[in-house]
């Protein structure tokens, strides 16, 4: 099992900026793609970024390409999601999401572990 626990969600301005961090805990040895996902209110969990297992190949959702960045840092177990030039539709709750395996995926269905979420509001 891999537990995978959010953080750095809060409330911020349009246009600032925030850093999610997702850190991953229990059988994490292995080769394991992170993404990070999102959910509106009485909206569908929607792909927003994905990285592979060495950091070499990530992925975006055309909403976020160019605002957003996925990195991650292997030796502290911990994928992150840097946000900037937030807009208030990026409200939602921000899923961390891992599967174990070399490819990038990009559907919410290929992912076997998920963190609990944390909320990200931006006020217009």
């Known amino acids: 099992q891999v537990q995978l626990v959010e953080s750095g969600g809060g409330l911020v301005q349009a246009g600032g900026s925030l850093r999610l961090s997702c850190a991953s805990s229990?059988?994490?040895?292995?080769?394991?793609?992170k993404g990070w996902f999102r959910q509106a209110p009485g909206k569908e969990r929607e792909f927003v970024a994905a990285?592979?297992?060495?950091?070499?190949?990530?992925y975006y959702a055309d909403s976020v390409k160019g605002r957003f960045t996925i990195s991650r840092d292997n030796a502290k177990n911990t994928v992150y999601l840097q946000m900037n030039s937030l807009k208030p539709e990026d409200t939602a709750v921000y899923y961390c999401?891992?599967?174990?395996?070399?490819?990038?995926?990009?559907?919410?269905?290929?992912?076997?572990?998920w963190g609990q979420g944390t909320q990200v509001t931006v006020s217009s």
């Open positions: 229990g059988r994490t040895f292995g080769t394991y793609a």
């Open positions: 999401a891992a599967q174990r395996g070399l490819s990038l995926p990009r559907a919410r269905d290929e992912y076997d572990y």
């Open positions: 990285i592979n297992w060495s950091g070499g190949s990530t």
